[in-house]
């Protein structure tokens, strides 16, 4: 279905080349293109439907993170959070099907400037009065940050706004609200866009901040299957987590495009290290991918991009299984996005200083996705807080997470080692998971216990799947870096075991190494001029020339010299 798109013009523009603003209009027609391409249905939306993540995962998201980042508010929260309401509230339909053909923009107005993560405490208001609510910020620190609410591209934009529901002075709880933010020109009376500076070195968007004063809004505009229920919340935290139900579901998605990423850069470096030769002290060229230094960035790369392409999709189908506790799909979410952008982290950059000065241009691509890359770290929850609360409820044994026999794998043990060690100290903790040591001993674990288990579900997909032996080899090598001291204390491998490990990996893996490149299926999205000297002298041609017919004066030759 999407298979033109690598190849439309407006993906083959070179973004290097255009204004700050004419990149962020072009983000907004890319991701009209992507709406018209894929024309999902509000049903696929809400049931998150193959077309659905066939969509989120295409690799051309990962070409332009703006035009991922409006797609995932937009369909992924906005649509998303309103598709369940339609049975019950036909009169969304017009609003809904005006954003699914991307006539309009929904951006996801919930964390505020003064809160961030607690975005249970926001304080922006929704004042019921006899014909309507007024939604008011009623300080600074109560502005919604940061989604782009501008109307400088020429798109109206509505925005889903968290606000406390406020009835005779008394809070009923955070509600979404259905506000008009900008048509085509301007700005709705009464809502105000600030627009924030750039984030050096990522793709632009017009990331801005937002407040209200005093708009105005009709009964229809509260969020609900029923719009006159304004009742508190018997649990209000409940009733929060359920009006941003899409949020889980999110935190999954905005995975997506950094495994394609990790393709992208495995594929970049490693096309580029075969065709770049030195000469050294021979007559013959030798290409740099003979170098045992050069080897390992790339086969760790191809290896995690391969075990990460092949795991997303398992957990993306149990994220649908309303079978399992909800808690469980969106604690596999939480360890999907850990895993994956943690090996993103370490994958991109180090690929990227393998291909020396031309790594560190924007048109070789690597450079720019890595400063995207952190954004992704925070977007949809930020991974350190996931990681913290996934891991002191599994502590606490709220609920399980199902991980493989640690007879399966090296990795599946160190999991569960990691786990159990855990569950040991907190035991022996006076004042439980309430204490100071808690914060101070345990905490600091539970980022590294997530992607332990996030390694170890990972390579047991790929077993399961028949991943390539050496594919797995390297992946398992690259796991154990992380943790060595555990792989040396309680599985004998001591450090120079585990470099002859990694040797035989690698050495495993070079005679197929091209094959492996070639099947992470990246080619056609890949358009960084360094993967062959072809591809550069193209790119050497398209390239602002300055040329002049100016002459030094002779004396100030002299002077210079």
């Not at 050069?294 to 391969?306: L, M, N, R, Y």
């Not at 398992?314 to 994220?319: F, G, R």
Request: hydrophobic share 40%; charged share 20%; net charge negative.
């Amino acid at each position: 279905m999407a298979n033109h798109l690598p190849h439309h013009p407006l993906f083959t523009t070179r973004v290097e080349f255009l204004s700050t603003d004419d990149r962020v209009s072009l983000s907004y027609q890319r991701a009209k293109l992507l709406m018209q391409t894929y024309n999902l249905s509000a049903s696929d939306v809400q049931f998150c439907s193959p077309k659905y993540w066939a969509m989120m995962t295409d690799p051309i998201m990962s070409l332009d993170t703006a035009m991922f980042t409006m797609l995932a508010a937009h369909v992924g929260l906005t649509i998303g959070t309103l598709s369940r309401h339609l049975h019950k509230r036909p009169d969304l339909r017009p609003l809904v099907n005006s954003l699914l053909r991307f006539d309009t923009v929904g951006i996801y107005l919930l964390t505020e400037r003064g809160h961030g993560l607690d975005a249970f405490n926001i304080e922006t208001t929704a004042t019921k009065t006899p014909d309507g609510f007024i939604i008011n910020t009623p300080r600074e620190e109560a502005c919604k940050f940061m989604p782009a609410s501008t109307p400088s591209f020429g798109i109206p934009k509505v925005a889903l706004a968290m606000a406390r529901l406020m009835i005779d002075g008394e809070d009923r709880g955070p509600r979404f609200f259905i506000v008009p933010v900008c048509n085509e020109r301007e700005m709705y009376e009464g809502v105000e866009s600030i627009r924030l500076g750039p984030r050096p070195g990522t793709s632009p968007l017009d990331f801005s901040i937002t407040r209200f004063n005093q708009v105005h809004l009709p009964f229809t505009a509260l969020v609900s299957s029923n719009m006159y229920d304004h009742s508190a919340p018997v649990s209000p935290l409940e009733a929060w987590w359920d009006e941003v139900w899409r949020i889980p579901l999110g935190t999954l998605a905005v995975t997506a495009p950094w495994i394609s990423s990790i393709k992208a850069a495995a594929f970049i470096a490693g096309r580029y290290s075969m065709h770049r030769s030195l000469l050294g002290k021979g007559t013959n060229p030798v290409p740099i991918i003979s170098f045992r230094t050069q080897q390992w960035p790339i086969a760790h790369a191809t290896a995690v991009a391969h075990v990460m392409s092949n795991w997303f999709p398992t957990v993306a189908k149990q994220s649908a299984e309303k079978s399992l506790d909800h808690r469980v799909r969106h604690g596999l979410a939480v360890i999907v996005k850990t895993t994956a952008c943690r090996h993103f982290q370490r994958c991109v950059p180090e690929v990227a200083e393998r291909c020396g000065a031309q790594g560190t241009f924007e048109h070789n691509y690597m450079a720019r996705i890595e400063n995207d890359g952190k954004g992704v770290i925070i977007a949809e929850g930020d991974v350190l807080t996931l990681c913290i609360r996934l891991f002191s409820e599994l502590l606490l044994q709220r609920y399980k997470i199902p991980l493989p026999d640690p007879s399966e794998s090296l990795l599946a043990r160190h999991a569960a080692s990691i786990f159990e060690e855990n569950i040991s100290l907190l035991s022996n903790l006076r004042g439980g998971h309430r204490s100071e040591s808690f914060n101070s001993l345990i905490l600091p674990q539970a980022e590294l216990a997530v992607e332990a288990m996030g390694h170890a579900l990972a390579y047991s997909a790929g077993l399961k799947s028949g991943l390539p032996k050496p594919i797995l080899d390297v992946y398992e090598c690259a796991v154990i870096r992380r943790d060595p001291a555990w792989y040396s204390e309680n599985a004998g491998l001591t450090r120079i075991l585990q470099r002859i490990r990694e040797d035989e990996a690698i050495t495993s893996t070079l005679p197929h190494l091209e094959t492996f490149l070639d099947s992470l299926g990246i080619e056609d999205y890949v358009s960084a001029p360094i993967v062959s000297d072809e591809a550069w002298k193209d790119y050497y041609e398209a390239m602002p020339v300055f040329t002049g017919n100016a002459i030094p004066a002779i004396d100030q030759v002299q002077a210079m010299l």
